[in-house]
């Protein structure tokens, strides 16, 4: 079975600019999020999908961070201007179903700098 | 609100001896609480879960885990350190909400020596 695949792995730019993510989840799995992680912090959810619909984004910063998942498979998040405090690793994980039953797999995650 | 807090950064351990992090949790209801591990360079894999059933979960790879209500502990253990064991180990937990949303703890890097 493959896993969630994450594309780039690595994405430097200058602040002010804008950068876009992308997460291809694993085939048949309803439930998307994307998780950043600060270094030497813990994952932190930014948005879940539930097919193409948005069931949390609580913790997104809406003014420059926006993510889609168009027909219920791919997504990508983008962040629009980047700010210096946007440097982490991006993961992206899917789930058969919402909930602590179904096992949520994590992608490689996307390293972001921002100089 | 729920959260957990793992107790301890960073833990050294000799190949061979037993491994204990520790990981206590706040909620005001039962929760479901998972040990995920990540390796340098790898994504975060599951190594247990509870979700109310059995207060001792088996994991893979030899580790373990007791819920213990009354200490709301979680902590994860195993019997004999391998060098490959060498990686940051998160504790999680699930809001009431249930919707799949994780909450993780700071992370506890955990060093093999051999």
């Known amino acids: 079975e493959a896993g969630v695949a994450q594309s780039p792995r690595y994405k430097i730019i200058e602040k002010r600019q804008s950068v876009a993510f992308w997460c291809n989840p694993i085939?048949?799995?309803?439930?998307l999020y994307w998780y950043q992680q600060i270094l030497g912090q813990g994952p932190k959810l930014l948005i879940q999908?539930?097919?193409?619909?948005?069931?949390?984004d609580s913790q997104l910063p809406k003014d420059r961070f926006s993510a889609e998942r168009l027909k219920g498979v791919d997504s990508t998040l983008k962040i629009q201007p980047a700010k210096l405090e946007d440097s982490a690793v991006y993961l992206c994980?899917?789930?058969?179903?919402?909930?602590?039953?179904?096992?949520?797999?994590f992608g490689p995650g996307t390293r972001l700098t921002v100089l | 609100a729920q959260s957990v807090t793992q107790l301890d950064s960073h833990v050294s351990v000799s190949e061979g001896t037993p491994v204990l992090l520790r990981c206590n949790y706040s909620s005001s209801y039962s929760p479901s609480l998972f040990w995920y591990v990540q390796h340098p360079n790898k994504g975060l894999q599951l190594l247990l879960k509870y979700t109310s059933a059995a207060t001792l979960v088996k994991g893979i790879n030899g580790f373990e885990a007791e819920f213990k209500k009354s200490e709301t502990s979680f902590h994860l253990t195993k019997p004999s350190a391998h060098m490959s064991d060498a990686a940051e180990y998160f504790c999680?937990?699930?809001?009431?909400?249930?919707?799949?949303?994780?909450?993780f703890g700071q992370g506890t890097t955990l060093q093999v020596k051999p």
């Open positions: 999908f539930q097919n193409n619909g948005v069931v949390d």
């Open positions: 999680v937990v699930t809001p009431a909400s249930n919707t799949g949303k994780l909450i």
């Open positions: 085939s048949g799995h309803a439930t």
């Open positions: 994980a899917s789930s058969l179903s919402p909930g602590p039953a179904d096992t949520q797999y």
